[in-house]
């Protein structure tokens, strides 16, 4: 167990729902972030919080809108998804966001989008 | 959690061998490198790191090199075993934010 939990773990929707994803880290770090993990790509950086304030946004659609309300917990909420988003979504934290650490990962939410 | 669908390069080792697993990086400015490992259904997990005012690093029965030259990371790992079998990835990191770049995957298959 690396102190990140995600759930759901697998999740199925349509186009037309709304879902959200869930992330906790367990660890007292000030940084958390989502990635995406296709199986056409790399891993790639979506959103990075740093103190529950939103400090990178990499060109990520705005069907994908996340939430920090506190630092242990992260969101991403999912509307109008399209089948090319079907993907592995990773959450990591870390220490802090500024001064290099090594970055924490969940186990990711396996999610299809029909 | 594996890069499934992506065509990722394969090493295949012998339980016991040595195992070398390479990645070239991008960014010259680029001055923090992280190996992580994957398994199957489970998120990254960290190896090793080196900054980039070292060219190795030594960790548990895994060695990290950097020639910032040309822009190659290798990550070693000795007497390899079946537990070592999993997705490696290199990602770097540029400018003291931890904003990592991650390298598309070497899949690493032990045979007994």
């Known amino acids: 167990e690396t102190g990140v939990t995600q759930t759901p773990r697998h999740l199925v929707m349509g186009m037309t729902n709304k879902k959200s994803l869930k992330c906790e880290q367990h660890l007292g770090h000030n940084a958390m972030y989502w990635y995406k993990q296709s199986a056409k790509k790399p891993l790639e950086l979506m959103f990075v919080y740093s103190l529950e304030e939103r400090v990178e946004n990499n060109s990520v659609p705005s069907r994908f809108s996340p939430e920090c309300p506190n630092s242990s917990h992260l969101f991403l909420h999912l509307h109008t998804l399209q089948p090319e988003d079907s993907a592995l979504y990773l959450c990591a934290s870390s220490q802090d966001y500024g001064g290099v650490r090594e970055q924490y990962f969940g186990p990711g939410t396996r999610l299809t989008v029909t | 959690g594996e890069s499934v669908g992506l065509h990722l390069p394969t090493l295949s080792v012998q339980e016991g061998d040595n195992s070398i697993i390479n990645c070239a990086y991008s960014n010259s400015a680029s001055d923090y490198f992280i190996w992580y490992k994957q398994e199957s259904g489970k998120g990254p997990q960290f190896i090793i790191d080196?900054?980039?005012?070292?060219d190795k690093r030594q960790g548990q029965r895994v060695t990290v090199l950097l020639n910032k030259t040309v822009k190659h990371l290798s990550l070693q790992i000795a007497a390899t075993q079946p537990g070592d079998s999993a997705v490696y990835f290199c990602a770097e990191t540029a400018g003291g934010y931890n904003k990592l770049i991650f390298g598309a995957g070497t899949r690493l298959a032990v045979h007994p």
């Open positions: 080196i900054r980039s005012n070292m």
